[in-house]
């Protein structure tokens, strides 16, 4: 009797240099081993998106309006399925932000609407109108969101990278099962969030207003960095509940979200003393240097806050990892141009090294071989 299809850990890699960004996709026996390099990899143009449901692994291209299906190999080798295209709906690109609702609905947020398709016959199936949310000044941008029952809560980004920003945090909430905007949650008490969101066990999602990562050293007014809750039995934030990140950390700014349970994050304190570039001057520069540390912080005691101990990173270090119980972070040293190293925590918050490689790690997680 054949046994069960092989497993593996599916690994993408973004490496950048002056000439752009290059992405790598490749599928690994065990994350325990020196070094992942790109021997074996599929190469991918740009910033390109991998978009993972289970078994099923699927590719955005960052530079053609094209989703491609890919199939994980006895052999650990990665075949190409069929393709969708998304030319006729203007698109030119697949953006970042996606969704799958079921085996047959997913979302890809293209800033004024959704665009649905389905993932098992890959073929386009409508769009939700999201011009609602459209702020004159501001083009909404809206990253991956989390899927709460029938209902799915997004970050709806507005600001002009020409200097002006919303003041507030804005969340869109979509009824999966109508494909209509069910709500919009506004909050002023806290700014932008490129960090993402985080869903507890008891159904509460958590929200953690940045700044838009760097907008504090440009505007002197703004909140510190501060987590925000939307309550698990409706969709509104919660007035009762706000943690000041900056207080928890030593009065540091924050950026990045990753909820290890039982009510703790992590997240990464920015310290400009740990560099010669001011971020005023050269935002970008800056974010590449190791100038910030990943912290602890307990929100039933945030003045308790703990470094782990790492030492400095890059702020643009990428995200953090839950994988079959296991849970890692990254150590880079220059966001996507330098060194990384990923790290896994383990009981008694023991910190080990499990691989290195070239660039930061933009996706990890586990595909069997197809049958």
């Not at 599928?27 to 990899?41: F, G, H, K, M, Y």
């Not at 053609?64 to 190999?73: L, T």
């Not at 393709?83 to 203007?90: C, D, M, Q, V």
């Not at 702020?315 to 996507?336: H, K, S, T, Y």
Request: with cysteine; hydrophobic share 40%; net charge negative.
């Amino acid at each position: 009797m054949p046994g069960p299809p092989p497993s593996f850990w599916y690994v993408q890699t973004t490496f950048a240099t002056p000439d752009g960004r290059t992405s790598f996709l490749q599928l690994i026996a065990s994350p325990d081993q020196e070094r992942v390099t790109t021997d074996n990899a599929i190469e991918l143009p740009g910033n390109a998106r991998v978009f993972v449901d289970g078994n099923r692994i699927y590719t955005g291209s960052a530079e053609a309006p094209v989703i491609q299906r890919w199939f994980a190999e006895t052999d650990g080798s990665l075949t190409p399925g069929e393709r969708l295209s998304f030319a006729a709906t203007g698109l030119n690109a697949i953006p970042f932000g996606n969704n799958f609702i079921s085996p047959d609905k997913a979302y890809l947020f293209d800033r004024f609407r959704v665009l649905m398709w389905n993932p098992t016959t890959l073929t386009l199936a409508g769009e939700i109108d999201l011009s609602s949310l459209v702020m004159p000044e501001f083009v909404p941008e809206i990253d991956p969101g989390i899927l709460r029952g029938d209902l799915l809560f997004a970050v709806v980004q507005q600001q002009d990278f020409a200097g002006d920003f919303n003041r507030g945090i804005q969340v869109v909430v979509i009824d999966t099962t109508r494909d209509e905007i069910a709500a919009v949650l506004e909050d002023d008490r806290c700014i932008g969030s490129f960090a993402g969101m985080a869903l507890a066990e008891d159904g509460s999602i958590y929200v953690l207003g940045d700044n838009y990562l760097l907008r504090h050293w440009f505007v002197d007014d703004l909140p510190p960095s501060c987590l925000l809750r939307i309550l698990p039995d409706a969709p509104e934030f919660d007035p009762e509940f706000f943690v000041d990140f900056n207080a928890a950390v030593g009065g540091q700014p924050c950026v990045g979200l990753f909820y290890r349970g039982d009510g703790l994050f992590l997240t990464n304190a920015v310290d400009e003393t740990l560099s010669t570039v001011d971020p005023r001057d050269a935002p970008l520069t800056f974010l590449n240097e190791p100038v910030s540390t990943w912290w602890e912080i307990d929100i039933a005691d945030p003045v308790s806050g703990r470094e782990l101990g790492l030492g400095a990173v890059s702020p643009r270090n990428g995200p953090a990892f839950e994988v079959d119980g296991r849970q890692f972070i990254q150590e880079p040293l220059a966001a996507f141009t330098g060194e990384n190293t990923l790290i896994e925590i383990v009981e008694g918050n023991r910190l080990v090294e499990r691989f290195s490689t070239a660039g930061l790690i933009t996706g990890l997680g586990r595909v069997e071989a197809e049958p």
